[in-house]
């Protein structure tokens, strides 16, 4: 063992170094002190919390000047090994050495971050020995409440998860995630029954939160522009609260978590697919000698979240994984899985296709994002792919369409059709797709008929034919003659209403019926689903096991691709209106139509997309707003439209 002397040399090396590094940057290398850090702050109330048992890496500070200049920013020492001090020094570090150091210090606590009043050496030789905490006998200072100031709203946000568990050591990027973290902990169950109240936080704050924390540091993931509480929320949304951690068991997991985290870099890797060229990265990567094989077929899994019976979007990925395996029958073998949960829970059947030998699997709803990472991060040899636009990552892979192409086309028949000059947009949830789809409808009714009114009802729901009805009839109270629905056609015995129809409306029994069906957009999957699996077994495509580290997978493919098409009604369409559509669809088709060109603006007239500007992928991903003209508000997206909770990974 060093001699003590030796180890107050070393602090001391350690905080000088600390101390030139910050004088090289122009900032002061001594210690942040209270009084300088509340300098025309206006403080509310002061709390006596009493003795707390405060985490040693939140202690920031000394409450005076005169004691910052003895220790460097990292709490190291900065005296001469000869002083008065460097003796005291000493004898506290022995102390906590021979017998551990009892008594508490005091402090005063300032947006979650703690300034020591008494007890500043012992602090120093708690954080020289990296000891996770200690008992101090705390102030809390509590500013004024300033909705403009986001350091204080994160802390008002952090009294109140604190009131409900005692934790101080977790801390997050965003004041709403708080309550996330609450609703996730809340009824945490710790293996010891006999722990109620705050103990039960008390040992998931050891048990759980510390035993991440040091993993995670471990492999490096304090480089990442979030902290760590950020990540912590992440991982256990996605692999739920456990009783307790370890770390052996919880490195391999974290370490793959890691990757999906980097999507907080600045420059992380997103590469959008808007056509179908697939890649070969043979001279990249080792092939996936599982799905290489090529005596053996490919087992290729489908999750399906509804019953095909009696959903549309169901039924329409039924028949891409039929078009798959007819396309593809000499080398692929496909078997789906119905009814899965559209949550977390999915992920015990989505097991079941891993255990089935599934070397590809599909989750075709954009809510089984979460499951399927976990699965995905426990199976990196498998091909994930999911569903959405709103999520990518590099152990799944994405694919969405650009729906708002044929539902601009939707909206030119529309316009050119409507005899009252209202036509009326039935959206389901607002979530950004759906936005994107209604303005674009907009957008279309208006290029040929700049005095048509266009409304918006929602229904805030999933194939519901009850509620598509009753925002039909409040559109049709309104005047609107049209009706568009945001259901595409996969087989019409599933709903009497689905892509743009005339209706006939009854004020006198306030009801409607649908009348002649103009035009629909389509979904193709199989198209997809067939160039995506002839990718995988070219070696085009890998699972994350053999994929580069760098890269963030999502397929945004349009009508160019085949994978959505857009039917019209010849009979009732006027031919002049179908040359037009024709002629529009080509320009889309080949490229040299851009749905979102500019100006546009939002119902608060705010410019959202400049003079001949298109939209950005960015932008079309994040749409959250209606465009002027279109009539109707955005409801609120907190109780439905939610695909993932996750902070990762959005495409936007």
């Not at 080509?586 to 749905?595: L, P, R, Y």
């Amino acid at each position: 063992m060093k001699p003590s002397s030796e180890i107050y040399k070393s602090a001391r090396r350690r905080a000088l170094r600390e101390y030139s590094s910050y004088i090289s940057q122009g900032r002061n290398g001594y210690l942040p002190f209270l009084d300088g850090v509340l300098k025309n702050i206006e403080i509310a109330t002061e709390v006596d919390l009493g003795i707390i048992e405060l985490p040693v890496k939140k202690v920031k500070g000394t409450y005076t000047h005169m004691r910052s200049t003895s220790f460097s920013r990292n709490y190291l020492p900065l005296i001469d090994e000869e002083s008065e001090f460097a003796s005291k020094w000493i004898a506290v570090y022995e102390a906590q050495i021979n017998e551990g150091l009892r008594d508490p210090i005091k402090a005063y606590e300032y947006l979650n971050w703690f300034y020591v009043v008494e007890g500043n050496k012992r602090i120093s030789v708690l954080k020289y020995l990296d000891v996770d905490s200690y008992n101090a006998h705390v102030t809390r200072m509590i500013p004024k409440y300033d909705e403009e100031n986001k350091d204080i709203r994160l802390y008002y946000a952090f009294l109140k998860f604190y009131k409900k568990t005692g934790l101080n050591e977790i801390w997050f990027s965003d004041e709403r995630s708080f309550e996330a973290m609450w609703k996730l902990i809340r009824n945490y169950e710790p293996p010891d029954i006999m722990l109620k109240g705050n103990d039960r936080f008390k040992f998931f704050r050891s048990a759980v939160y510390r035993v991440f924390r040091k993993v995670y540091h471990e492999l490096g993931g304090q480089r990442l522009p979030i902290t760590t509480g950020d990540a912590f929320l992440d991982y256990l949304r996605v692999n739920g609260v456990p009783e307790q951690l370890f770390e052996d068991d919880l490195k391999p997991s974290l370490q793959r978590f890691i990757l999906e985290l980097d999507y907080y870099k600045p420059k992380s890797n997103i590469l959008i697919e808007t056509k179908p060229v697939l890649k070969d990265e043979r001279s990249l990567f080792n092939r996936l000698t599982t799905i290489m094989r090529h005596d053996d077929k490919i087992k290729v899994g489908f999750a399906l979240a509804k019953d095909i019976k009696t959903s549309s979007w169901s039924y329409a990925h039924e028949l891409g994984r039929m078009h798959l395996e007819t396309a593809l029958k000499d080398n692929v073998e496909t078997v789906k899985i119905e009814q899965v949960p559209e949550s977390i829970d999915a992920y015990e059947r989505l097991s079941s296709l891993v255990e089935q030998g599934c070397e590809v699997i599909f989750s075709t709803s954009p809510e089984m994002i979460n499951a399927t990472l976990k699965l995905a991060l426990n199976h990196p040899d498998i091909v994930f792919l999911n569903c959405s636009n709103m999520y990518s990552f590099k152990h799944v892979r994405t694919y969405f369409g650009r729906i708002h192409e044929p539902r601009f086309l939707s909206g030119v028949i529309a316009g050119a059709l409507t005899k009252s000059g209202r036509v009326g947009y039935i959206a389901t949830c607002p979530t950004a797709e759906v936005i994107s789809g209604a303005n674009a409808f907009g957008i279309g009714v208006k290029m040929v008929n700049p005095n048509a009114e266009v409304s918006i009802d929602w229904t805030c729901d999933w194939d519901n034919e009850e509620s598509t009805h009753s925002a039909g009839i409040r559109l049709a109270r309104k005047g609107a003659d049209i009706l568009s629905h945001h259901n595409t056609l996969a087989n019409r015995k599933f709903s009497k209403e689905y892509g743009v129809y005339t209706i006939d409306y009854d004020e006198k029994t306030d009801t409607y019926t649908p009348g002649s069906y103009l035009c629909v957009p389509v979904w193709n999957w199989g198209i997809f689903y067939e160039k995506i699996v002839r990718g995988i077994m070219e070696g085009g495509i890998r699972s994350a096991e053999g994929t580069s580290k760098g890269k963030i997978w999502n397929y945004w493919w349009g009508m160019d691709s085949g994978i959505l098409d857009f039917f019209y009604s010849k009979k009732l369409i006027p031919l002049e209106t179908q040359k037009l559509i024709d002629l529009l669809k080509d320009t889309i088709i080949e490229g040299k139509f851009n749905v979102f060109l500019g100006p546009l603006y939002d119902q608060k007239k705010t410019l959202r997309i400049p003079n001949n500007k298109f939209a950005t992928r960015e932008e079309i991903f994040s749409m959250d707003y209606l465009l002027d003209f279109i009539e109707g508000v955005i409801p609120d997206n907190h109780n439905h439209g939610q695909f993932s909770d996750l902070s990762t990974g959005k495409m936007s």
